[in-house]
């Protein structure tokens, strides 16, 4: 069989053009022969080219939900450069409603740079990084906590010794307007998105516009109005009607590898004690595990690995070993 996608849109075009990129599938899949990602090119003038991408997890519906609400309203007359548009990346997992995708089983943010003859997941993966982001400038990668992880709205990036660089990634956060934003330090060869147009070049502006729960205004509002700001800020599209909410004052924190990821050690029922927005220190009391199995046996108390601010803590209680319990980030220094 031909691995090669079929693209049925022109994403060099002017205009707006709505199409897919077709994979084939090895072996049919409730009943498909094939994966269709749904793509918007809108195109004017001499602008920057940018990417917005949703359903990298197909437990996160925000960015899904607000690509195709831009692709309906954005006139192209509006629109300075180039917006490539790809609100569902991972049509398996999105329409399965999990993390991973159903048909390889595998996380599509752990598998970057991709492979043209791999899995689909894979497939799909190379596509984007040979195909999308060559022709890309920036990259916005709109992500939630899904079903697992309650989080603070957040906008995040990697971090660069280049001071001109930062300085244009530190204004490109602002201009989101998320509460906080995360630095990410993470090593070499990054198998994410974010994480390889990062290290391609790309100004890579993510985000977590929340998570924990069902698609709500207000998470859709963080994640609408952050890209819609952002693009402002690159004078792609005039400045967005006021979101009806004061303007935040960003704080900008780190998470340096994975060190700040409290995990489970164990299957059991997770009691936590602590919630968003806490600032804790190394050693406290982070909550309490009881074994499912074992409900008389007396619930064994955790620790925060390290001291900081929590951004992330376990939206469900019932937890399996390696599951994240916590996200604790530190204020960025300078």
Do not use: C, N
């Given at each position: 069989m031909g691995y090669e996608p079929r693209v049925e849109i022109d994403l060099a075009g002017a205009g707006k053009q709505v199409g897919r990129v077709v994979f084939p599938l090895d072996e049919p899949f409730q009943g498909r022969s094939e994966i269709a990602l749904p793509v918007c090119v809108i195109a004017n003038g001499k602008g920057p080219a940018v990417s917005l991408w949703g359903g990298n997890h197909g437990d996160e519906y925000e960015g899904p939900t607000v690509m195709g609400q831009l692709a309906r309203e954005l006139d192209p007359a509006a629109v300075e450069g180039r917006l490539l548009i790809l609100p569902a990346i991972n049509p398996p997992a999105l329409q399965n409603r999990s993390r991973t995708s159903p048909i390889d089983g595998k996380n599509m943010n752990r598998v970057w740079p991709g492979d043209r003859q791999g899995t689909i997941t894979e497939r799909i993966v190379a596509w984007l990084a040979d195909s999308v982001l060559p022709a890309s400038d920036v990259l916005m990668d709109c992500h939630t906590g899904g079903d697992a992880l309650e989080l603070i709205p957040m906008s995040m990036s990697h971090h660069t010794d280049d001071a001109a660089e930062r300085a244009r990634i530190t204004a490109a956060h602002l201009s989101f307007n998320a509460p906080l934003c995360v630095e990410l330090r993470l090593g070499a060869n990054r198998a994410t998105a974010a994480g390889c147009a990062h290290e391609r070049g790309l100004l890579v502006i993510g985000s977590e516009s929340g998570g924990g729960h069902p698609v709500s205004p207000a998470s859709l509002a963080n994640c609408y109005f952050g890209i819609r700001n952002t693009l402002a800020h690159l004078e792609m599209l005039p400045a967005p009607p006021a979101p009806g909410r004061p303007r935040h004052a960003t704080r900008f924190t780190r998470?340096?590898?994975?060190?700040?990821?409290?995990?489970?050690?164990?299957?059991?029922?997770f009691i936590p004690f602590r919630g968003l927005w806490d600032e804790v220190e190394e050693g406290e009391p982070a909550g309490q595990i009881i074994p499912r199995d074992q409900p008389f046996e007396a619930p064994?108390?955790?620790?925060?690995?390290?001291?900081?601010?929590?951004?992330?803590?376990?939206?469900?209680?019932?937890?399996?070993?390696?599951?994240?319990?916590?996200?604790?980030?530190?204020d960025a220094e300078g």
């Open positions: 998470k340096w590898g994975h060190q700040a990821e409290m995990l489970s050690d164990s299957d059991g029922i064994r108390t955790l620790h925060f690995p390290a001291s900081g601010l929590i951004a992330g803590r376990a939206a469900r209680s019932g937890v399996a070993a390696g599951d994240v319990l916590y996200w604790v980030v530190r």
